[in-house]
């Protein structure tokens, strides 16, 4: 499973990195024929950076959504799991030395 993900992140990023040094290309080509300035140009270069951030960050979410899904089906503690259960003996601990 972990490693059809590494394989599917790494061929998106191939393809984004791809996309992006073709995208430059086709600015720097439009910015020659004076169809674009170069203001244009690095504004949509900019605004195709902040999108695949934005994707980045989505598909980060939903493979951390994912994850946690597959461990509460497999019975698996997370890591939140494991902080409250901490928390939760040193609040007993707390308590028996009280007493």
Known sequence: MGDTLKKG???GLGAAVSGKEKLDSK???LVDKNELTVDQ?????????NKGEMK???WSTKQYE???GIAKDLGLATK?????LRAR??????KLHEK
Not at 89 to 94: P, R, S, V, Y
């Open 41 to 49: 140009a690095k504004s949509v270069m900019n605004d195709f950076v």
């Open 56 to 58: 980045k960050d989505e």
């Open 80 to 84: 939140e799991d494991i902080n409250e």
């Open 89 to 94: 003996i040193t609040e007993l601990e707390e």
């Open 9 to 11: 992140f790494l061929l």
């Open 66 to 68: 994912q994850t946690n």
């Open 27 to 29: 600015l720097k080509e």
